[in-house]
């Protein structure tokens, strides 16, 4: 069974940082796609970033591009975001998401995904 279990959400003033992980269990980082989807209220589901293959190929939404930086660490099975210079429209709550293919659609829809993660509170105030 696949679990994956986010942790580093919070509240930040506007140009913060903060650091988003996944754990993974009962999935290898091998041969995947994983990353990370927001969700603001009353908004739809807008993918952030993704990390493809062994490789390691990373992909970045627009709105997050030269902020956030994606990375993994496969001896602990753990996919970081590292958010920088937060402003208040990147507050929603985080979902990491991960397939066992190393493919990525150009955009990722939450509809390519089969785990998902339970999602972790991003608040960015002003």
């Known amino acids: 069974e696949v679990q994956l279990v986010e942790s580093g959400g919070g509240l930040v003033q506007a140009g913060g940082s903060l650091r988003l992980s996944c754990a993974a269990s009962?999935?290898?980082?091998?041969?995947?796609?994983i990353g990370w989807f927001r969700q603001a209220p009353g908004k739809e589901r807008d993918w952030v970033s993704f990390?493809?293959?062994?490789?390691?190929?990373?992909y970045y939404a627009d709105s997050v591009t030269g902020r956030f930086t994606i990375s993994k660490d496969n001896a602990k099975n753990t996919v970081y975001l590292q958010m920088n210079s937060l402003k208040p429209e990147d507050t929603a709550v985080y979902y990491c998401?991960?397939?066992?293919?190393?493919?990525?659609?150009?955009?990722?829809?939450?509809?390519?995904?089969?785990?998902w993660g339970q999602g972790t509170q991003v608040t960015v105030s002003e």
């Open positions: 998401a991960a397939r066992s293919v190393a493919t990525m659609e150009i955009p990722p829809r939450p509809r390519h995904f089969e785990n």
């Open positions: 990390i493809v293959g062994d490789r390691g190929t990373t």
């Open positions: 009962g999935f290898t980082f091998d041969d995947s796609t």
